[in-house]
């Protein structure tokens, strides 16, 4: 397939096939077009953080929500640890979104781990509504959400031990439009109280806000508010 290089100061691609460089894959895309990308490394941390697997999402207003195989790239397992985004059943190493209208959630999918620490670096670039667009990063065994600033460098550091738990779906990362909330959440946590589910949240800026809204996942891609 097709793929291309992109400055995202410069807004320049140049087309190769197969090229491998510090910018990694990026999925096919017209190079016209506005390019969004946002890219997840892993890295297993010990005495020097080693990378060990990645994956990229790149938005883009010709990208469809299906799988295609001209738009999105198949995960080739490691040996080792391997992250792939999980989407329609099938497990992508890179992918093409949509440019992000209202919600959009990329489901990440850990396996091979070791039972070690590890760091998330999530980074991304060219993403005009940077005001108005949340990203979290979603931890459900934790159960934490964590702010993620766009156009910057962000990371994550977790733990894997003998728990299938803390692997497999664990981690997802949620960008959300929000131009009418203007709040900035500083700490999100769940927790399990008898039998019921206890969320608490701190807020740090907000302005002119009413009520808040839970809303939980329906396994469908889809969230729904309590």
Known sequence: YEIYQCDWSSDVCSSDLNKVNS??????AAP?????????????????PELVDGVASLF???????????????????????????RNSSKLAIEARP???GKDTIFLNLYNMQQTNYRFE?????FENVNTLNAYLVDRYLGTTTPLAL????????????????????????LQQSATLPVTFETVRARE??????????SGVESQIDHYEVETHNGNGQFETL
């Open 193 to 202: 109280k008898g039998e019921d589910n206890v969320v608490e949240w701190t």
């Open 99 to 101: 440019i992000i209208s």
């Open 23 to 28: 910018q990694g894959y990026l999925p096919s």
């Open 122 to 126: 999530v980074s991304s670039g060219n």
């Open 60 to 86: 883009t207003a010709n990208a469809t929500k299906d799988v295609l195989t001209t738009e999105d790239a198949g995960k080739m397992d490691n040996a080792t640890e391997n992250i792939a985004i999980k």
């Open 151 to 174: 156009n910057a460098k962000n990371t994550f550091n977790f733990t894997v031990s003998s728990s299938t738990a803390t692997t497999g779906d664990r981690f997802m990362i949620v």
């Open 32 to 48: 016209s077009a506005h390019r969004e990308l946002l890219r997840v490394n892993m890295y297993r941390v010990s005495t020097t």
